[in-house]
């Protein structure tokens, strides 16, 4: 039955700068659609929180005033599914309307959210030309049947077609919506007017979308897996158009002062780099962060972006044990190749460089962890080190071999991939029961500062006779952490009102 209801709300969890949702709006406009972005809580990794009952009720309040022809949850990640249930819940209990995931995780497992036939719908990867088609179909009455990348109940079983309509020059997608005309965010129980990013201090954005890599704990290669043959697992945007949309969040968000590039691997085509050093320095001219690789990094990139405001690097690699990187993460970079990256970002004066771990997980041995203690020492520095644990995410390609590995049976393994938000937050594992695991640790950890890296290679060849004061050190490097986090904050938003060197 064809209607006149040309609304769209969509929804984004934990995420106020929700880049797939910001795209999603910019389509939806372009197709004819009035959208309504909901930012659904803010991203907090240290304390998590599931959603309250007072925010299920604001949410279905601001839907149904809205009154749209259907509401679209980005589910990028499975690490908050309990909130994402509670949601649909309070959406179909209390609204009748059609609902459409899509995110990295909805794309990786879109029967899980196909409850209702004809009401309930999923969309794979790049969702800008499917919702659009959806969103006509549900409006006119249409066939939605051979929608591509669309999946669907019919007669209770699941049709996944195939994945199409993919623009292999993302340009095309345009900007995301930087300052979104209808927004609100919800959370700690109030529903806030307008679009919480305009008064962000750092603007998050992406050149380009997907990695040319295949580490084993991450969705990346499963998603480039999914990918028709012919599309590029990387596809890069054009320096033109990743500043037409700085240029757009440096007028509309008033005191940004730093900007987050999150590719995967920033962009390293020829020619690229040259032409976004000048347009960057001539437009933007603020300080900004990339990710990078062992594998990637690349001194007269480096030096070039330096020029013209990088002030961060931040780089994985997970583990000191090349056994654990090429056996278990399937990352294929040596010691040595670390080494020489991190003497580059050394060498070529970034203010700071962030190094990713991920350690004590069950396929690492005690040599493994002091392993990585002994590639820490030679690393150049000074630097700052993220000691993560290993979340087991649905669909990657070590969760298979955790089981095969006899780590996990299959029903362990769900429960831990599906745990609440609180617990995979916070996932060590064997943080509680192994005590020379935990004093290696302390140990890598202390190496970072000037102070307690003098006192912990004193102790290195016996540490066990040190185990307490290791534990007292451990605890000053902590202080010194958060201490070093307010100065690196400080700094840079110095460095940006009074450009600072
Ligand atoms: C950039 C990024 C981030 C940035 C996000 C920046 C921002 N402003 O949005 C930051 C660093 C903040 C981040 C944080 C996290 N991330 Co992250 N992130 C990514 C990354 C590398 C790219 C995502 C992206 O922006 N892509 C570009 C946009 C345009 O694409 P998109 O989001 O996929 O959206 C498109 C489609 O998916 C679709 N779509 C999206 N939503 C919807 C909704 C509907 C209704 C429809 C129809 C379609 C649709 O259309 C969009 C436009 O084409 C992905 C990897 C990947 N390849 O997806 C990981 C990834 C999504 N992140 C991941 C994780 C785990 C996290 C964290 C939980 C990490 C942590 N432990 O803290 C948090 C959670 C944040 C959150 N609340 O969701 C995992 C998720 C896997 C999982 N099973 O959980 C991924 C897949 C990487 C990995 N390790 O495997 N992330
Ligand atoms: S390099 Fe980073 S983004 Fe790429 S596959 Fe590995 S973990 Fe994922």
């Given at each position: 039955?064809?209607?006149?209801?040309?609304?769209?709300?969509?929804?984004?969890?934990?995420?106020?700068?929700?880049?797939?949702?910001?795209?999603?709006?910019?389509?939806?406009?372009?197709?004819?659609?009035?959208?309504?972005?909901?930012?659904?809580?803010?991203?907090?990794?240290?304390?998590?929180?599931?959603?309250?009952?007072?925010?299920?009720?604001?949410?279905?309040?601001?839907?149904?005033?809205?009154?749209?022809?259907?509401?679209?949850?980005?589910?990028?990640?499975?690490?908050?599914?309990?909130?994402?249930?509670?949601?649909?819940?309070?959406?179909?209990?209390?609204?009748?309307?059609?609902?459409?995931?899509?995110?990295?995780?909805?794309?990786?497992?879109?029967?899980?959210?196909?409850?209702?036939?004809?009401?309930?719908?999923?969309?794979?990867?790049?969702?800008?030309?499917?919702?659009?088609?959806?969103?006509?179909?549900?409006?006119?009455?249409?066939?939605?049947?051979?929608?591509?990348?669309?999946?669907?109940?019919?007669?209770?079983?699941?049709?996944?077609?195939?994945?199409?309509?993919?623009?292999?020059?993302?340009?095309?997608?345009?900007?995301?919506?930087?300052?979104?005309?209808?927004?609100?965010?919800?959370?700690?129980?109030?529903?806030?007017?307008?679009?919480?990013?305009?008064?962000?201090?750092?603007?998050?954005?992406?050149?380009?979308?997907?990695?040319?890599?295949?580490?084993?704990?991450?969705?990346?290669?499963?998603?480039?897996?999914?990918?028709?043959?012919?599309?590029?697992?990387?596809?890069?945007?054009?320096?033109?158009?990743?500043?037409?949309?700085?240029?757009?969040?440096?007028?509309?968000?008033?005191?940004?002062?730093?900007?987050?590039?999150?590719?995967?691997?920033?962009?390293?085509?020829?020619?690229?780099?040259?032409?976004?050093?000048?347009?960057?320095?001539?437009?933007?001219?603020?300080?900004?962060?990339?990710?990078?690789?062992?594998?990637?990094?690349?001194?007269?990139?480096?030096?070039?972006?330096?020029?013209?405001?990088?002030?961060?690097?931040?780089?994985?690699?997970?583990?000191?044990?090349?056994?654990?990187?090429?056996?278990?993460?399937?990352?294929?970079?040596?010691?040595?190749?670390?080494?020489?990256?991190?003497?580059?970002?050394?060498?070529?004066?970034?203010?700071?460089?962030?190094?990713?771990?991920?350690?004590?997980?069950?396929?690492?041995?005690l040599?493994?962890?002091q392993?990585?203690y002994?590639?820490?020492?030679?690393?150049?520095?000074?630097?700052?080190?993220?000691?993560?644990?290993?979340?087991?995410?649905?669909?990657?390609?070590?969760?298979?071999?955790?089981?095969?590995?006899?780590?996990?049976?299959?029903?362990?393994?769900?429960?831990?991939?599906?745990?609440?938000?609180?617990?995979?937050?916070?996932?060590?594992?064997?943080?509680?029961?192994?005590p020379d695991?935990?004093m290696w640790?302390?140990m890598?950890?202390?190496?970072?500062?000037?102070?307690?890296?003098?006192k912990v290679e004193q102790w290195e060849s016996d540490p066990t006779a040190h185990r307490a004061e290791i534990?007292?050190l451990?605890?000053?490097?902590?202080?010194?952490?958060?201490?070093?986090?307010?100065?690196?904050?400080?700094?840079?938003?110095?460095?940006?009102?009074?450009?600072?060197?």
């Amino acid at each position: 039955m064809e209607t006149n209801n040309n609304r769209v709300a969509l929804i984004a969890f934990y995420n106020t700068k929700a880049l797939g949702v910001r795209y999603l709006e910019t389509a939806l406009r372009k197709g004819g659609y009035d959208v309504d972005l909901i930012f659904y809580k803010s991203f907090n990794s240290v304390h998590p929180s599931k959603t309250t009952q007072q925010e299920l009720d604001l949410l279905v309040q601001r839907v149904r005033s809205f009154n749209p022809l259907f509401v679209g949850l980005s589910v990028m990640s499975s690490m908050y599914l309990d909130t994402v249930e509670l949601v649909i819940d309070a959406l179909t209990q209390n609204l009748d309307l059609p609902l459409a995931f899509g995110g990295a995780f909805a794309s990786m497992f879109p029967q899980r959210f196909l409850r209702r036939e004809g009401r309930d719908f999923a969309i794979r990867t790049d969702g800008e030309h499917a919702i659009c088609a959806l969103s006509d179909a549900l409006r006119t009455g249409g066939d939605y049947s051979a929608i591509p990348s669309l999946c669907y109940l019919r007669d209770g079983q699941p049709v996944v077609n195939d994945i199409g309509q993919m623009e292999a020059d993302i340009d095309a997608y345009g900007l995301p919506a930087i300052h979104s005309e209808r927004a609100c965010f919800i959370e700690h129980d109030k529903a806030v007017e307008g679009d919480p990013q305009l008064s962000t201090l750092s603007y998050e954005v992406i050149a380009s979308r997907g990695c040319p890599f295949t580490c084993s704990y991450c969705c990346c290669v499963n998603l480039a897996r999914l990918l028709p043959q012919g599309v590029k697992h990387v596809r890069t945007r054009s320096v033109h158009s990743v500043m037409e949309e700085l240029k757009i969040a440096k007028k509309v968000c008033k005191k940004l002062v730093f900007v987050h590039f999150y590719d995967e691997i920033f962009p390293n085509l020829p020619g690229w780099v040259d032409e976004f050093v000048a347009e960057y320095k001539k437009h933007i001219n603020l300080p900004f962060t990339i990710w990078s690789h062992p594998k990637m990094v690349d001194e007269e990139v480096l030096r070039k972006l330096k020029s013209v405001g990088l002030t961060e690097v931040i780089m994985g690699i997970q583990s000191g044990s090349p056994h654990i990187r090429r056996d278990v993460f399937h990352r294929y970079e040596t010691n040595e190749d670390i080494i020489e990256a991190t003497r580059i970002i050394h060498d070529t004066g970034v203010f700071w460089a962030s190094y990713d771990f991920m350690l004590r997980h069950p396929f690492e041995s005690l040599e493994d962890l002091q392993q990585t203690y002994w590639l820490v020492k030679k690393m150049h520095g000074p630097f700052e080190l993220q000691l993560h644990g290993l979340n087991f995410l649905p669909g990657t390609d070590i969760v298979p071999m955790a089981i095969e590995q006899g780590h996990f049976t299959a029903e362990e393994m769900d429960a831990v991939m599906y745990a609440s938000m609180e617990d995979q937050f916070g996932a060590y594992w064997k943080r509680e029961n192994e005590p020379d695991s935990k004093m290696w640790y302390a140990m890598i950890y202390c190496l970072q500062f000037p102070s307690t890296r003098k006192k912990v290679e004193q102790w290195e060849s016996d540490p066990t006779a040190h185990r307490a004061e290791i534990d007292a050190l451990y605890t000053k490097a902590q202080q010194l952490a958060r201490r070093r986090y307010y100065y690196k904050k400080a700094r840079v938003v110095l460095k940006s009102k009074f450009h600072l060197g």
